[in-house]
């Protein structure tokens, strides 16, 4: 027994449950994979065309591929992809941080145009892929599907992924445009659950005023809610931690509380069927705002790359898991006999994507730019192609959504059904290498100014500790505002409605949260943030 | 529908998978206790007898009973305590922070003793609880147990619970204490493997030389083979992390890596059979000794403190866990004839332990300080006292070690198993409060000077950020080794041999180590660390 060593202790240790032996050894090929895949994206990072994402991608596919070779074609995924596991685990980080690190005041400045783009946008983008399904795939003769399913078709491929938006996207090159696409991305999770709500319960097919109104409703109260909950989970959280005085002890457990708050955000919003994705995206931005200045200067920057670093893993995890799922053999041995209907499936679908998209993105940013006056902030025909360009992708949340109503319990049943999960699989891996490669150089193309006259903050790793530190970068109050008066203020009201809100918003501010919850400025000096940025 | 709002949204939309919702519904519950747990853990930490994991305890406790009622004594718990998940996603992220901030310099001082503790008092603990238990069970008439059964309860109750003790030993107060007592439950670890291997292998009932061979043999292959995984983890990292440079990019590639090869080195060991927590807490002393000195000085904020943090939580989390999942209804079902006779087996078991643990202590201390020349370091018989005391306590792992052995698939099958298990349930609950409580009075009244005389490093809170950055407070580096001669150093070979191994090592880590893997003063100027330092 010697010589046999490990392996001969391993078999006889854990021989009692083989599952687990099993379970295991997938964990640490995965945790392998998701090392192998940074150290690679960090390599290929000055490449014109890949980016983390594709990188992953790529990289799970050929992993799937070996492990189908090597297996003899019986298996070729290590993690079943289960969406569950996606929507509870892999989601809720990535969004958090974009709400934490979003620049707040672009984000509000574009709010109108944001929630048209994700609200009306969405429905019309619906709308347009739905009745193209109906028309289109019984030509294909593809098998029976009922309305709903064509419904439930056009509510998956209408939603933008904004964890592929966020991979090709910059939000310090090109802010504009990352606040327009990303913002729409969140919004429009609260319009994809009101729209998987009423398929399922609303008789759709004859559509009168009274649905509509019905529909009109539930969206604003969805909204609403998700909104102030993920709001005031994280004002509780500032509340907390400046009463409580956490700092006092121990910065691990102000870090804590803040990860396990803005967890908690998120699956309340799911235990009440919200949109968890509005609410934990809205938790960040107010814990940015507020809890974040309440705690030490250590957790400020422990928390700001933790959360960043959370959301970075659960991102490569993301693709690395589609990409290995998507050589799944059990879901293409359905459609053997007919792989050009899949093909042509997904054809149809990628072009109706791209006509949705474009119906809405055009007239809604030509109605967004007449109420604009500054004519610098209208948003112009390239940067247009760009927002429609880059919200063309559709990634894991397609699949997870695509599983979650094409298939029982992760096995798919019908073949329309299983011809429907195979074409969302190869519109995400082509939607996301395909458009994901070219984004890049469209963008070099169509901007080119865009990467060098716009130097904003400086990345974390370039800059000194003590000025980045505090420089959040995202922080309305950094920027200049001057002393209003009442008489300019009204004038402004009319000039630039949305730089009043802003004005007023900044007085009750001051005056009535921050004394409340904390934020820059507002600390008292016993929290010991700020005097120890005097001892400095 | 109006009226009813989110809860008919919710009802609707999840209806489809029950159990998911159900999940969700359980992990928003836990996560507000976590919450919870953390808030009234700060605002009991002055007090005198209370600390973290019994708060947690008994939050845990008191909502069991809690569902217990509500559920009309049909339920307790929210999620079932499982072994695969507690080894698996809780002890590795705990283990590996207690590496990583472990004073590397204590530790490898008192290295001997250590390993002593953990291996030959392992081992006379495991014989004393079997053969008492063997011996005092049958009188107790309760059931049929195998002599295998009785062995494998000695191994369960014989591994000081790490968890624990970091719990009740503070490291900066009492940091010669605290290495002995968690050093030897990280050692001792791998002394269970081994024995549990042995148990399922051998016929212990006559053991002869060949045996004990054998089982000395297989003993120091998996203690050298888990370290070296760790090592060689260890450095990887750093190399991957020096050569690659990756803090020209991002910071959070570096956490993320560093997170992610931690666990891997955890996760490989555990495939391949060895001790993962050997292996991941020899990881974890590598990489603060190299990798850590190779990013740039946010990550290494970020690290720090990310670490401490997710060792935190998975700390509160197994202990809340522990509380809620011991009020199960179905374990004590089996035993509601006798419950006399399980508070029996508990009171043999406890006392069997203290017995156990006197018996290792005291002769192994006395050994250890033979060797010792220098007075001041040698372990008094009121620290001996302590060490005995604060390794009583068992936890998590005993409870998961119980319920591999004599459960199948969770489930408790035979009485005698049956009592087992909740036995080891009362000994766990009683141990960790009654002992947990008396632990801090008893420091204070044996060791009174302790936590006045040693103000050692600043906590985290108090000082400020660029002065603690570099001042992990754990270097080797930043005591005083002055210049030694050759001949000095022959001197002290013979006076101390521990500290001339470490002149030779320092020797040698200087020379060949850092070099190649980077480490405090060995960095490139190319990696951005040191020369942000001189530009502050």
């Known amino acids: 027994m010697d010589s046999h060593g490990p392996s001969l202790l391993a078999r006889s240790l854990l021989s009692s449950s083989d599952l687990e ?9 995965f945790a392998a994979l998701l090392c192998g895949c940074i150290v690679l994206g960090h390599l290929l990072e000055n490449s014109r065309w890949l980016n983390q994402s594709i990188t992953a991608l790529l990289i799970g596919l050929c992993t799937g591929g070996l492990i189908l070779l090597t297996s003899g074609g019986k298996n070729s995924r290590i993690l079943e992809f289960k969406q569950e596991f996606f929507f509870i685990y892999l989601l809720p980080p990535i969004i958090f941080n974009a709400g934490f690190q979003v620049k707040k005041k672009q984000f509000f400045r574009n709010f109108m145009t944001i929630t048209s783009f994700g609200v009306i946008g969405t429905l019309i983008s619906f709308a347009i892929i739905s009745y193209g399904a109906t028309r289109l795939f019984p030509i294909l003769d593809v098998g029976y599907l009922e309305i709903k399913d064509y419904l439930a078709l056009g509510a998956i491929f209408s939603a933008t992924d904004s964890v592929c938006t966020l991979q090709v996207l ?3 090159e090109t802010p504009l445009l990352y606040s327009l696409v990303f913002g729409e991305g969140v919004v429009n999770d609260a319009t994809s659950v009101v729209l998987f709500n009423a398929i399922t319960k ?10 509509a109104l019905d529909f009109a409703a539930n969206f604003f109260k969805l909204f609403g809610l998700s ?21 006092r002890h121990s910065t691990d457990r102000e870090v804590a509380l803040m990860i396990l708050m803005a967890y908690l955000s998120y699956i309340t919003a799911e235990v009440f069927g919200l949109s968890g994705i509005l609410t934990v995206f809205f938790c960040g931005i107010v814990m940015s705002h507020y809890a974040w200045h309440n705690v030490t200067h250590k957790s400020q920057v422990t928390t700001k790359h933790t959360f960043a670093t959370m959301s970075y893993i659960a991102e490569v995890f993301i693709f690395l898991y589609v990409g290995m799922d998507s050589l799944d053999v059990g879901k293409w041995r359905f459609i053997e006999d007919s792989p050009g209907k899949s093909i042509l499936a997904s054809v149809i679908l990628l072009v109706l994507i791209m006509i949705g998209r474009a119906a809405f993105i055009l007239p809604l940013s030509y109605l967004s730019n007449l109420i604009r006056r500054d004519s610098n902030e209208k948003v112009g025909i390239r940067q247009q192609v760009i927002v429609w360009w880059a919200g063309l992708m559709r990634g894991a949340v397609s699949i997870a959504l695509a599983y979650k109503k094409f298939t029982g319990s992760g096995q798919t049943i019908q073949p329309a059904n299983a011809l429907l999960i195979t074409s969302t699989i190869t519109v995400v891996l082509f939607s996301t290498i395909v458009f994901g490669l070219l984004t890049k150089p469209l963008i070099k193309r169509l901007l080119p100014q865009s990467s060098q006259t716009e ?3 400086p990345t974390s790793s370039s800059a000194p500790l003590l000025v980045n530190g505090y420089d959040d970068g995202d922080d309305p109050e950094t920027e200049n505002h001057g002393t209003l008066t009442a008489k300019a203020s009204l004038k402004m009201l009319f000039n630039s409605p949305t730089t009043t809100v802003h004005y007023y918003w900044r007085r009750f501010d001051d005056a009535v949260m921050r004394p409340v919850f904390g934020g820059r400025g507002f600390v008292s000096y016993a929290t010991g943030t700020r005097d120890m940025n005097v001892i400095h």
């Open 170 to 172: 910059n939000q310090e």
């Open 202 to 211: 609303f008789d759709l097919s004859d559509m009168d005023l009274y649905t």
């Open 455 to 457: 130097p904003s903050s």
């Open 21 to 29: 032996t099993e379970f295991v050894d997938q964990i640490a090929l």
């Open 227 to 247: 909104t102030l909950l993920g709001v005031f989970v994280g004002l509780l959280c500032a509340f907390i931690i400046r009463t409580l005085y956490f700092g």
